[in-house]
Every structure is written in structure tokens, then in C-alpha cells.
């Protein structure tokens, strides 16, 4: 099979194309035959070297690729070959075929395609992890969202609205109100205000009669961090999802006491391995939200896996227009 192999870290030329040996099935695995998998911005940090997890080399990056189940190894129950899956694999997604175990595998919801499956993967569960389980949203809550036109903003701005929450989605300009808007949030907080310390509290003052948000979902961090930690309510909780912006900021821990506030953090990784209990009703409540119609996929460019090195170009520099999809040239038709 073809697979792009990443030998030595470095830089996204060092991710090549390669002819590999199929993968084989070990007792409670099934090997899938991959149709789409996201390009994720993670990956050009695996790429580098840099990321908290980074498996042996040689290896194939590339996380959460869905297709079709072709091969089930000893002991596996519940799957059989034909059945559409999304994977939770942390790599080997860049590829034609890959062995997960079994237990890592969802069947698609019927009318869910390989390739939206693909771009709602990594974005949602992260979204709904920050949202529900570190923010414990509860309806009648206000979120303030930041980077709202993100994968993963975006995907909170849809979770937070299917459950009862009120949304400010925090947005780099203007001119992209009218995307969370479309999305379904309540009103826009703009992050291009010249005074940004004082501008991004006062207008979420403004939004919620003064109290402040109840949640603050940030992927951002740097200076962004320093306003949005002023802006939250009494009895608040600050979800610290990444950190975009390019610095990791530091808190006062005075601040936290004097709001009776919760700082927390979210690496979603971490609940595929240690929680999975969580994390499989995590996925089935985001496939459940799909059914019932209160969740849209994202927009998805479709490009061919031997284009990997451009699409995560494009991640690395920020260019990318909407979730990049890569498709195997053996995916089916």
C-alpha cells in the first residue's frame, strides 16, 4: 500500500510517499481500508518533533481517518468486514489501510459521508470535551467562545447551541461575523478592538448585563488569554484548549481566588487512552446531535493523500480555506 512516512523529524519535506507492507490484524484489531482523513495542524507539530506524543520512527502520520473495516483479527465482536467506521487511531492515518484495535472503532451514522465524518473528527470531540466535560455547560449557561471561526470554535459554537447554551463567538475581524452568526451564535464579540485588555471584557459585559461568561473555550492563548481571564463570570470555568496565538500565557493564580473561578486544560488524546468509556459517549453524542439535525459538517477541500505535504504546508501557515480532507487514490467511488 502507499503511505506517506515520516523517518526523521524535521521539516514537512521530510513526510514522503512510500510503498509499505499491508498491515495485518492482531488479535482485537481490524484493519480498515481508509477513505478520507483531516489534515490537522497537530500533525505538522508530530512532523517537527514537536508534540507530546511521538511513536517510533518510521511511522505514518495522521490521526482519526475513517472507511471501510476489511479485515477483523482474533477475539473482535461487534464489527465485520464492510462496516463503515471512524477510528480514533493518534497515528497511521495517512495511508491506504491501517490495523486499529477494534474497540477504537464507530460505526458511521447511515447518511454521514467518509469525508464529513473525516472533517468533523478531531475538531468535535475536542470541542465537546472543553464544552461539556472541563466546562460542564449546562443550558441557560453563556459561552464565550474564542476563535469561534476555527474547527474547533466552529464545532463549539454548534454543540453549545444544541445544548441550551447562549454563545459569543470571538472573532479576529469583523467581516467574519456573519459566519458564526450562520452558525448559530447569539451575538459577536470582535478581537480586533484597539484596546483589546479592556475591549473584549466591555463588550462581553455588554452581552450578558455585566455578569461575564459563565465558559470561555480558548485555543488561542497569548494576549487573547490576558483580556478573555477578565471577562469571566463569578463561579466561571476557563477551558485552556491550545495555543494558536503563538505564546502560552501565565495567571495571577489571585485572580482565580478573587472570582472563585476554574482554570482548566484540555488534551483530547488523553481521554481516547484513559477514558474511553468518556470518550465513546463523547462520539455517539455527537453522532446522536448529527442525526437529530442539530449539527452541520464543515466545509471540506478535498485533496488526494499524495498532496499531504501541501495541505499540512497550508495548516502550517495558516492559508488553509475551510478543513482539508485528503482521500487515498484507493478509496472507493
Not at 82 to 109: M, N
Given at each position: 500500500m502507499q503511505a506517506a512516512i515520516l523517518r526523521e523529524f524535521g521539516a514537512i519535506d521530510q513526510l514522503r510517499m512510500e510503498t509499505v507492507a499491508d498491515p495485518v490484524p492482531q488479535a482485537g484489531q481490524v484493519v480498515v481500508d481508509i477513505q478520507a482523513i483531516a489534515a490537522n495542524f497537530v500533525d505538522t507539530l508530530v512532523v517537527a518533533g514537536k508534540y507530546q506524543f511521538?511513536?517510533?520512527?518510521?511511522?505514518?502520520?495522521?490521526?482519526?481517518?475513517?472507511?471501510?473495516?476489511?479485515?477483523?483479527?482474533?477475539?473482535?465482536?461487534?464489527?465485520?468486514?464492510?462496516?463503515?467506521?471512524?477510528?480514533?487511531?493518534?497515528?497511521?492515518?495517512?495511508?491506504?489501510?491501517?490495523?486499529?484495535?477494534?474497540?477504537?472503532?464507530?460505526?458511521?451514522?447511515?447518511?454521514?459521508?467518509?469525508i464529513d465524518a473525516a472533517a468533523m473528527s478531531l475538531g468535535f470531540d475536542t470541542a465537546w470535551f472543553a464544552l461539556c466535560e472541563r466546562g460542564r455547560a449546562k443550558r441557560g449557561d453563556t459561552a464565550l467562545i474564542l476563535g469561534a471561526t476555527g474547527a474547533v470554535g466552529m464545532a463549539a459554537v454548534q454543540l453549545a447551541k444544541a445544548y441550551g447554551v447562549r454563545v459569543l463567538a470571538a472573532v479576529s475581524s469583523p467581516a467574519k461575523a456573519d459566519t458564526v452568526l450562520r452558525a448559530g451564535a447569539d451575538a459577536v464579540i470582535d478581537l480586533s478592538v484597539a484596546d483589546l485588555r479592556d475591549g473584549l471584557r466591555a463588550q462581553v459585559h455588554a452581552a450578558t448585563g455585566g455578569a461575564g461568561a459563565d465558559i470561555v473555550l480558548d485555543p488561542l492563548g497569548g494576549d487573547i488569554f490576558d483580556a478573555a481571564i477578565r471577562a469571566v463570570a463569578w463561579r466561571g470555568r476557563y477551558v485552556v484548549i491550545g495555543f494558536a496565538a503563538g505564546r502560552i500565557p501565565t495567571l495571577k493564580i489571585n485572580y482565580v481566588m478573587l472570582k472563585n473561578m476554574e482554570v482548566s486544560g484540555v488534551q483530547v488524546s488523553d481521554y481516547r487512552k484513559k477514558a474511553p468509556d468518556e470518550m465513546r459517549h463523547c462520539i455517539q453524542e455527537i453522532f446522536r446531535l448529527y442525526e437529530a439535525g442539530q449539527l452541520a459538517t464543515p466545509r471540506a477541500t478535498v485533496m488526494p493523500l499524495s498532496q499531504v505535504q501541501d495541505a499540512l504546508r497550508q495548516l502550517e501557515s495558516r492559508t488553509a480555506q475551510g478543513r482539508l480532507v485528503l482521500v487515498p487514490a484507493t478509496a472507493a467511488r
Open positions: 511521538l511513536p517510533p520512527r518510521p511511522f505514518s502520520p495522521g490521526k482519526l481517518p475513517t472507511g471501510i473495516v476489511s479485515a477483523i483479527g482474533a477475539g473482535v465482536t461487534g464489527l465485520r468486514p464492510g462496516d463503515r467506521v471512524l477510528t480514533l487511531a493518534e497515528h497511521g492515518g495517512y495511508a491506504e489501510k491501517i490495523a486499529v484495535a477494534a474497540t477504537s472503532c464507530f460505526r458511521l451514522p447511515d447518511g454521514l459521508s467518509f
